[in-house]
């Protein structure tokens, strides 16, 4: 089984799936059609553009069990492969198309009498829309998604997204005149800074906070004049002690001539600890000889969908790390590990 997932991850990692290259889309699902076997129905899907697959064993849209992957990746100079002793490098690898390989193999080798059905995306790094649209057709009663925390972290919240554009008008001037003027430009640095004194940024991974991230600020249109005009763009990920709507009412009344404008938002993922959960931890917990550790993460994925339709989910990735960076791996023992959890929790 290690040599198969290691094989069938390399073909997968083959194709430079990230957003746009359709031709490479085509490609990774023509190949995962050639080794689903007869015996498994497959459901092909199409949802903005974006391919979408759902492997089953059954054709009830009642489902026991959903597991939701996705195979895009976000772009990089380098996609491929390589292995470094019992470590896989390459983008993608722990997010999340390592995981996508343990559950390809899963479904073509073992056999259970629960009714589960295997997702695979190819649009969650830009909204998740198919997997949202999927869960409009196939009723789950339990959602795993491996796609957040890290080495077997059970993971039981995700920040909710928040993303504003703020801009302001002011008083232009000449720059040797910056007394005759209003900078926009910093007029929106100091609204920032003021953010960021309510909501101070994470110090770490453990600190699991709300955090402002300045994306991007644009202003001025001379080198010799104060900036009349300006805009942010900030990004949020927020935790459930604070709401979408405080965090705009107080980042408005910082000043009164500031136009805050939603551009995105994404829902926060919350999960009880229901029976089948506490199964699933009692398995890992006999898979890995060690106990599992219940987080919150500061990232969003695909259960978000599944928690805002009350699904209980279960968000837990395999030994691995870097997602989205040059040295982005994951581990084989942590792919054989993850197989195995699956395979007896299906039993």
């Not at 129905?41 to 069990?65: G, M």
């Not at 991230?213 to 763009?233: F, H, M, R």
Request: charged share 25%; hydrophobic share 35%.
């Amino acid at each position: 089984m290690e040599k198969e997932i290691v094989k069938v991850l390399e073909k997968l990692m083959n194709y430079q799936t990230v957003v746009g290259a359709k031709r490479e889309f085509e490609g990774l699902f023509d190949y995962i059609d050639s080794i689903i076997p007869d015996d498994l129905f497959v459901s092909k899907y199409e949802f903005k553009d974006n391919i979408a697959y759902v492997i089953s064993n059954t054709l009830d849209k009642k489902l026991d069990i959903a597991f939701c992957t996705h195979v895009d990746v976000v772009p990089s100079e380098n996609y491929n492969m390589s292995l470094n002793g019992y470590t896989i490098f390459g983008r993608g690898t722990i997010d999340m198309k390592g995981s996508v390989s343990v559950l390809l193999n899963l479904f073509r080798t073992e056999t259970t009498d629960k009714k589960i059905a295997l997702f695979i995306t190819s649009d969650e790094e830009v909204d998740g829309y198919s997997a949202m649209k999927l869960l409009e057709i196939y009723k789950p009663m339990l959602g795993i998604v491996p796609d957040g925390g890290s080495n077997f972290d059970l993971i039981v919240e995700e920040k909710g997204l928040l993303q504003l554009k703020l801009s302001i008008e002011t008083k232009s001037a000449h720059a040797a005149e910056p007394y005759n003027g209003v900078n926009a430009i910093t007029s929106l640095i100091d609204v920032y800074n003021k953010i960021i004194e309510k909501y101070p940024l994470p110090k770490n991974e453990d600190d699991y906070v709300t955090s402002i991230n300045l994306s991007k600020l644009i202003g001025g249109d001379a080198n010799n004049k104060v900036p009349d005009s300006a805009e942010l763009i900030l990004d949020i990920r927020h935790t459930s002690k604070d709401n979408k709507e405080d965090i705009i009412t107080y980042v408005k009344s910082i000043n009164e001539k500031l136009k805050v404008e939603v551009i995105g938002s994404g829902s926060l993922f919350k999960t009880e600890i229901n029976e089948d959960i506490k199964k699933y931890i009692s398995i890992c917990e006999d898979v890995l000889k060690r106990k599992v550790k219940i987080k919150s993460c500061a990232s969003t994925s695909d259960a978000i969908y599944f928690s805002d339709l009350d699904i209980p989910t279960i968000i837990m990735n395999p030994e691995g790390g870097n997602a989205h960076c040059p040295d982005e791996y994951v581990t084989v023992s942590g792919l054989i590990n993850l197989y195995n959890i699956y395979l007896k929790f299906i039993k």
